[in-house]
T-cell receptor
């Protein structure tokens, strides 16, 4: 049973456009919501993360929006670049080191 | 200097064989993990160790046995390999934060296991 549901499965965006990836969760014990970026042949790497006490976090072109009441969070990539083409995973964890990942979104940014 | 290193990077073997994947982290973290990534890229947690103690043991066949000789190492042994075991296995580590939150996971580059 997947504890974090992610959509879309794949996404194609033009260079300069906005990429939006959505995630939803059920377990209200989750208290940490990171996004990981994975390039082919590499391990996932942390991109940006948020805790449920804030509704938005921005780092450069990357923004997480968090809706605690809806149990949803999303990643927005502004001014998407071909170098952003990768697989993106949302994740959620509780305090016991139990990190659960979404199914991943394969993002392609066309030049 | 690689933070989380795992060996081998590629492993091709026959059904029924036994194989091991080794993982080492030099970040001083107290928690290590094994994740399995299938052909559809889904990342599934298998095991989690904290200071050599097993914390998470997902529904994984008992053919899979993790071993943590010290908190910097977490090895994965797989017995009687099956076709369905073909996947990329990722080792990761993290440091539990003071407030009890899980810290950032640092992943190795993965070990691609192919069972023929």
């Amino acid at each position: 049973q997947q504890q974090v549901k992610q959509s879309p499965q794949s996404l194609i965006v033009q260079k300069g456009g906005i990429s939006i990836i959505n995630c939803a969760y059920e377990n209200t014990a989750f208290d940490y919501f990171p996004w990981y970026q994975q390039f082919p042949g590499k391990g996932p790497a942390l991109l940006i993360a948020i805790r449920p006490d804030v509704s938005e976090k921005k780092e450069g072109r990357f923004t997480i929006s968090f809706n605690k009441s809806a149990k949803q969070f999303s990643l927005h990539i502004m001014d998407s670049q071909p170098g952003d083409s990768a697989t993106y995973f949302c994740a959620a964890s509780t305090g016991n080191n139990d990190m659960r990942f979404g199914a991943g979104t394969r993002l392609t940014v066309k030049p | 200097d690689t933070a989380v290193s795992q060996t081998p990077k590629y492993l091709v073997t026959q059904m029924g064989n036994d194989k091991s994947i080794k993982c080492e982290q030099n970040l001083g973290h107290d928690t290590m993990y094994w994740y399995k990534q299938d052909s559809k890229k889904f990342l599934k947690i298998m095991f989690s160790y904290n200071n050599k103690e097993l914390i998470i043991n997902e529904t994984v066949p008992n053919r899979f046995s993790p071993k943590s000789p010290d908190k910097a190492h977490l090895n994965l042994h797989i017995n009687s390999l099956e076709l369905g075991d073909s996947a990329v296995y990722f080792c990761a580590s993290s440091q539990r934060l003071i407030q009890g939150y899980t810290g950032e996971l640092f992943f190795g580059e993965g070990s691609r296991l192919t069972v023929l």
